[in-house]
């Protein structure tokens, strides 16, 4: 059973503010709360049904849980569809330094939450585990970013950056590649494995600021030769195409 007053302090954190105040953030269904349960994230409290609670017997014993009704999930679920378990966790300080041997994905302005779940999942595919997003980029811990990267949320480090700043300041060392029309065919380019790729906004690409820093333009081609095509590809399935052409 839950009481009114907690359900209504757990819809608060369907909003960023509320978030960003108390450090907390919500992971939804069985596989996401499963990895988030297996990782270094601190859990909050969870909450499940009758059903969810058997069906997860190995891995649930020993946890502390609140068993919820059907109707009171729906309640505090952000999705449509409302899942049997939920989680309340606390978010992950950003402190940790990259180093400077690892691949980093850098993400310039991405701002639809699914885009973004997506390039975590495949970047944790690829054994990326460091992605540096603009300040502008959609929040890594929106409920529809978390419930899109199906758990890998739990393995890749988010790091928020003034992007120009940082690029430049790594460029000193490594090569800082960018995703444009014009580019080197990511067939043909020669990755190395401390590169750092940028991927631009679904809509506008690169921006101009952060174009200024990158030293290596590739670019992924289109099959269409003579005749017209798609003007540019998905965020996420662009960010797949060249983390598969690179590692």
Not at 202 to 210: F, K, M, T
Request: aromatic share 6%.
């Amino acid at each position: 059973m839950i009481s009114k007053n907690r359900i209504s302090q757990i819809r608060k954190l369907h909003a960023k503010k509320f978030r960003d105040e108390e450090g907390l953030f919500l992971v939804e269904g069985y596989k996401c709360v499963e990895m988030l349960c297996a990782s270094d994230f601190v859990v909050e409290e969870i909450f499940a049904t009758e059903n969810a609670i058997r069906e997860n017997e190995t891995w649930l014993k020993n946890k502390e849980i609140t068993t919820v009704t059907a109707e009171e999930m729906s309640r505090i679920s952000t999705m449509q569809t409302p899942p049997e378990l939920l989680a309340i966790a606390h978010q992950r300080p950003d402190q940790e330094e990259i180093p400077d041997s690892n691949p980093v994905l850098s993400l310039d302005h991405i701002s639809d939450p699914g885009n973004l779940g997506t390039i975590i999942r495949t970047a944790d595919w690829f054994g990326i585990q460091h992605i540096v997003c603009s300040p502008d980029c959609v929040e890594f811990y929106n409920p529809k970013v978390i419930q899109a990267t199906m758990g890998s949320f739990t393995h890749v480090h988010i790091h928020k950056r003034s992007l120009p700043e940082f690029l430049q300041q790594e460029s000193a060392h490594r090569r800082i590649l960018g995703t444009f029309l014009n580019g080197e065919n990511i067939r043909d380019f020669s990755f190395r494995p401390n590169d750092i790729v940028v991927i631009g906004n679904e809509s506008n690409g690169i921006s101009d600021e952060v174009a200024k820093v990158v030293t290596n333009r590739i670019t992924i081609p289109s099959a269409a030769q003579g005749r017209e095509t798609a003007e540019s590809l998905n965020a996420g399935i662009a960010a797949a195409l060249v983390m598969f052409s690179w590692r």
